[in-house]
């Protein structure tokens, strides 16, 4: 028969004290109390790996931090996982593994992956500020803030129908390019987190890519005013504009230079040479990548030289020739002028975006040159490079810059001097 083992109990737990080597206080069912040299006391499990079939030992902790009823207890657990063929400090050791992965996913949000994916995206393709930022804010804006967590949920708490209930509320407010592009995006940001092994199923934007919200109406023409009265009514309420002298300023460049509302709001005092009466505007602020683009030289006329000049007085101190007087504010992130002022302008002075938009100024300028091309010898060509169009057949070394931009510059004279005969 073997030795009968008399269970522990705390006052020959406490009684017990360290020798020269360390040895064991038996409890009984496997559990042991370890006391080493040093005098600390250790809680001891052995038993038989249901899986393995191989002696193995697990650790409860120390005495009497565990207490002997914890250590029990644990036994007791443990056990129950033994019957049930489960060997407990693999199980434990999976727990643990699964806690860990849970943590490293919890950290793993979508805006973290976003802006990572977008930092890949300017190192890899030069993708533009303006582009980024622009990208980023819709992103944010209307998919985002609406996570549960705002910008704290893991891409791994996201479902495929969670994306779909978002996307859908832009569905529902009929904003559907809003809509298009805050979907490629958030499908990029996923394919970009699939390649960086971050998630490990392509289901989601898989799904999302073949995924059809209400089909948007067809896209029309940038809506703008062509007939000569409508646009003298303009062309007046704008000179007569008194909201904001700045804003003022802007629609009449606006009106005189046709160029993109993107390049308008970020021109530099820098990039404008009074001398030569050119505005240089950076590859950087033109449309599409900035690997691809490059720098825009636009023919200023003498007109327009001359409203520079008086702006100049007022805000020739800044960086900017269109500065934003809120930028300290929150919703106000931009050193420059708002991409939505000459909109909100439009609609101040009655004009609905039925008649005209911001970027229908640059259609105003071309229907009224190829209205009056043969009659005023307005070449197409120069017209198009006024819009910075590719013009198609045309060869670029043939025809020097300092040519191009006085050949440009008929142009936007005739036109600077039509706008001003409207006055009258």
């Known amino acids: ?50 899986t393995t079939l191989k002696r193995n030992r697990a650790s409860f902790g120390k005495y009497p931090a565990v207490s002997l009823k ?42 973290k992956i976003l802006e990572a994916y977008y930092a890949y995206r300017v190192r890899s393709d030069g993708l533009k500020e303006i582009t980024l930022l622009k990208d980023k ?14 910008e704290n949920t893991s891409i791994h708490d996201i479902t495929f129908n969670l994306i779909v209930d978002i996307l859908k509320k832009l569905e529902k407010k009929n904003k559907y390019s809003t809509l298009t592009k805050v979907k490629s995006i958030i499908i990029r940001v996923y394919k970009y987190a699939y390649s960086q092994s971050i998630i490990d199923s392509a289901e989601i934007f898989g799904k999302l890519e073949l995924y059809n ?9 940038s809506a703008t005013l062509t007939a000569k009265d409508d646009i003298q009514k303009l062309y007046k309420d704008i000179l007569a504009y008194n909201n904001s002298l700045i804003t003022k300023y802007l629609l009449i460049f606006t009106i005189h230079t046709a160029q993109r509302q993107g390049s308008l709001i970020t ?56 500065p934003n007087s809120q930028i300290n504010k929150t919703r106000n992130k931009y050193p420059h002028i708002s991409n939505n002022t000459v909109t909100n302008a439009l609609r101040l002075m009655g004009y609905s975006k039925e008649q005209q938009t911001a970027h229908g100024f640059r259609a105003m300028f071309k229907t009224i040159c190829k209205e009056n091309q043969e009659e005023h010898n307005l070449n197409n060509e120069f017209v198009e490079r006024v819009l910075a169009h590719k013009v198609e057949g045309a060869v670029e070394s043939a025809y020097n810059r300092a040519n191009n931009v006085e050949d440009m510059r008929k142009v936007v004279n005739w036109w600077s001097n039509w706008l001003e005969e409207l006055k009258i």
Not at 71 to 100: G, M, S
Not at 137 to 150: A, C, M, S, Y
């Open 137 to 150: 804010g819709r992103v944010e804006n209307h998919f985002v803030t609406i996570l549960p967590k705002k």
């Open 213 to 221: 919200f209400i089909k948007p109406p067809a896209t029309k023409n």
């Open 70 to 111: 914890d250590a029990r207890d644990k036994r007791f657990e443990y056990q129950k996982l033994i019957e049930n063929n489960i060997d407990p400090v693999e199980h434990t050791r999976a727990i643990k593994e699964e806690i860990k992965q849970q943590e490293s996913k919890s950290n793993d949000t979508f805006q």
């Open 267 to 322: 021109a530099r005092w820098e990039d404008i040479d009074f001398t030569t009466k050119v505005w240089t505007i950076p590859k950087e602020y033109m449309k599409g990548t900035a690997s691809k683009s490059k720098d825009h030289n636009v023919a200023l006329s003498n007109i327009m030289v001359r409203y520079l000049k008086e702006l100049q007085d007022l805000t020739g101190d800044n960086e900017y020739v269109f």
């Open 1 to 50: 028969m073997g030795k009968t083992i008399v269970p522990l109990n705390d006052t020959k737990i406490k009684n017990s004290k360290p020798q020269e080597k360390e040895y064991s206080l038996a409890d009984g069912e496997g559990l042991s109390l370890l006391i080493k040299p040093n005098g600390s006391k250790l809680w001891i499990f052995r038993y038989t790996s249901p």
